[in-house]
T-cell receptor, first 114, second 115 residues
Framework: AQKVTQAQTEISVVEKEDVTLDCVYETRDTTYYLFWYKQPPSGELVFLIRRNSFDEQNEISGRYSWNFQKSTSSFNFTITASQVVDSAVYFCALSGGSNYQLIWGAGTKLIIKP | GAGVSQSPRYKVTKRGQDVALRCDPISGHVSLYWYRQALGQGPEFLTYFNYEAQQDKSGLPNDRFSAERPEGSISTLTIQRTEQRDSAMYRC?????????????FGAGSRLTVL
């Protein structure tokens, strides 16, 4: 069975601090895809990144970076120099190579205080 | 259209009434998905279509829930004899092709409240 665990329910930091959101997944597929989506207070779901199981290169996009480690089944997300606009619920999700369904974590609510 | 459009954005209904939620996907997108999101949780898969064919409805909670996409574009999710436990945000998403690697584009959602 596939499963995504986001153990951090809520994180609160002061602006400009770095923050890491954890994501641990379980799957028996050898080919799979990992995603992060952002849900700002306005409620929409916004795609951030997709990673396939064969690409363990870390990715950096501006203040955002992602660390994919197959050895620990983790796909963590770090925001550097956080800003108030980063406040949102962040979801990690998993799909198997032959599975069209996205399996979602419960989300981590990130609060950035000014 | 430019994005995934869902209507109504908010629906309040009395227990026992039927509701229909509409989704207009991005033009040309082959796959259309319905998810349900309860407060404080991640989305939960309900069903999906490739073109007009419903490929999997295993996530529909019971037979009060049904979905259709008759012309391979707009889809309707219907809930009959609504119950309070049906209250949730119902999200539609579409993707250009069918693949586990798909990036889904979500609509703003339809928030259903059953009194």
């Amino acid at each position: 069975a596939q499963k995504v665990t986001q153990a951090q329910t809520e994180i609160s930091v002061v602006e400009k601090e770095d923050v890491t959101l954890d994501c641990v997944y379980e799957t028996r597929d050898t080919t799979y895809y990992l995603f992060w989506y952002k849900q700002p207070p306005s409620g929409e779901l916004v795609f951030l990144i997709r990673r396939n199981s064969f690409d363990e290169q870390n990715e950096i996009s501006g203040r955002y970076s992602w660390n994919f480690q197959k050895s620990t089944s983790s796909f963590n997300f770090t925001i550097t120099a956080s800003q108030v606009v980063d406040s949102a619920v962040y979801f990690c999700a998993l799909s198997g190579g032959s599975n069209y369904q996205l399996i979602w974590g419960a989300g981590t609510k990130l609060i950035i205080k000014p | 259209g430019a994005g995934v459009s869902q209507s109504p954005r908010y629906k309040v209904t009395k227990r026992g009434q039927d509701v229909a939620l509409r989704c207009d996907p991005i033009s040309g997108h082959v796959s259309l998905y319905w998810y349900r999101q309860a407060l404080g949780q991640g989305p939960e898969f309900l069903t999906y279509f490739n073109y007009e064919a419903q490929q999997d409805k295993s996530g529909l909670p019971n037979d009060r829930f049904s979905a259709e996409r008759p012309e391979g574009s707009i889809s309707t999710l219907t809930i009959q004899r609504t119950e309070q436990r049906d209250s949730a945000m119902y999200r539609c998403a579409s993707s250009r092709i069918f693949s586990g690697a798909n990036v889904l584009t979500f609509g703003a959602g339809s928030r259903l409240t059953v009194l």
